[in-house]
């Protein structure tokens, strides 16, 4: 392969390769492929499932299992149960539960390796994160929240 062959294809794509400066173009839309992320989630599944398979796993761990598990809610939704009105509303509600986790676990890495003010600031947004999680639980079926900036008394 020749420095013309390379410089002719790069061209061909938009992109000058005597610009040094510019970002690469953004790839084009394509929609979620449901098949290639359950394999992501069964990858990342088997690398961390083995790290948490322990009385006390460490919470870089538990962040890991939980994105697997996400993968594979995510996944799931956009795959086979796109269309699954019954089953749905389950893996949603599964899926927002795998992130609540997360950034519960990524607190706790923060807090461990910062100051006395990270775990002040973990623990206020706990307590803000308690008093979303109410407002979640007691949103209408429509799907809009109280605290969601176009919901209004008069939408009820």
Not at 13 to 23: E, Q
Not at 29 to 48: I, S
């Amino acid at each position: 392969m020749t420095r013309d062959t390379i410089y002719s294809d790069l061209r061909r794509r938009g992109i000058d390769p005597a610009d040094r400066t510019s970002l690469p173009p953004l790839p084009a839309y394509a929609p979620l492929n449901a098949a290639v992320l359950r394999e992501l989630a069964v990858q990342v599944g088997a690398t961390a499932g083995p790290a948490v398979l322990t009385d006390f796993s460490e919470p870089l761990a538990q962040a890991a299992f939980a994105t697997h598990m996400a993968l594979d809610h995510i996944s799931a939704l956009a795959g086979p149960m796109r269309e699954d009105a019954e089953l749905r509303p389950a893996r949603v509600e599964d899926l927002a539960f795998q992130g609540d986790h997360l950034r519960r676990q990524a607190h706790a890495l923060w807090a461990a390796v910062e100051d006395t003010q990270v775990v002040a600031r973990t623990a206020q947004r706990r307590a803000e994160m308690a008093d979303e999680e109410a407002s979640v639980e007691s949103a209408e079926l429509t799907g809009r929240c109280r605290r969601c900036p176009w919901w209004s008394r008069s939408s009820r």
